[in-house]
């Protein structure tokens, strides 16, 4: 891998990790609302990785809210708890909480087996940060 690409990775996670704190905190959580999807905050092209983009979006589950097993096929995801706390697992690995201020990371294709928020009275609020392959959609629901 290029120097120059590892610099551009940094580079562009040092400025969502900025933004995603200057934007949360206009957001309290009493305005928040139920998400069906994440909310997409960018989609940028890394001109430096021909077929490349960033994908950065904010999860804002409800209490015992969670997602069927999925992957994303071809990316590097990257997760940082933003609030709350958050009940995660790759490949059928053993679950681990996660809470405000802890990271994650999925290999692109991995299974993500557990995806969701353990807490009864709690919001999760996660920052997801992709190193995407443009050609695919950034989440496939496992077939059964």
């Given at each position: 891998?290029?120097?120059?690409?590892?610099?551009?990775?940094?580079?562009?996670?040092?400025?969502?990790?900025?933004?995603?704190?200057?934007?949360?905190?206009?957001?309290?959580?009493?305005?928040?609302?139920?998400?069906?999807?994440?909310?997409?905050?960018?989609?940028?092209?890394?001109?430096?990785?021909?077929?490349?983009?960033?994908?950065?979006?904010?999860?804002?589950?409800?209490?015992?809210?969670?997602?069927?097993?999925?992957?994303?096929?071809?990316?590097?995801?990257?997760?940082?708890?933003?609030?709350?706390?958050?009940?995660?697992?790759?490949?059928?690995?053993?679950?681990?909480?996660?809470?405000?201020?802890?990271?994650?990371?999925?290999?692109?294709?991995?299974?993500h087996s557990t995806s969701r928020n353990p807490s009864?009275?709690?919001?999760?609020?996660?920052?997801?940060?992709?190193?995407?392959?443009?050609?695919?959609?950034?989440?496939v629901a496992e077939k059964p």
């Amino acid at each position: 891998m290029r120097n120059g690409s590892i610099s551009s990775y940094v580079a562009v996670a040092a400025a969502a990790a900025v933004a995603s704190v200057a934007a949360t905190s206009a957001i309290r959580t009493s305005d928040a609302q139920p998400a069906a999807a994440p909310a997409q905050l960018l989609t940028q092209a890394l001109s430096d990785l021909p077929g490349r983009e960033v994908r950065m979006s904010l999860l804002d589950r409800p209490p015992q809210a969670s997602s069927p097993p999925h992957r994303h096929p071809g990316h590097h995801t990257f997760g940082y708890v933003l609030e709350g706390t958050y009940e995660f697992a790759v490949d059928g690995g053993a679950p681990r909480t996660l809470k405000a201020g802890e990271v994650f990371y999925e290999p692109p294709g991995a299974l993500h087996s557990t995806s969701r928020n353990p807490s009864s009275n709690a919001r999760t609020k996660i920052l997801v940060f992709m190193v995407a392959d443009q050609k695919n959609p950034s989440t496939v629901a496992e077939k059964p």
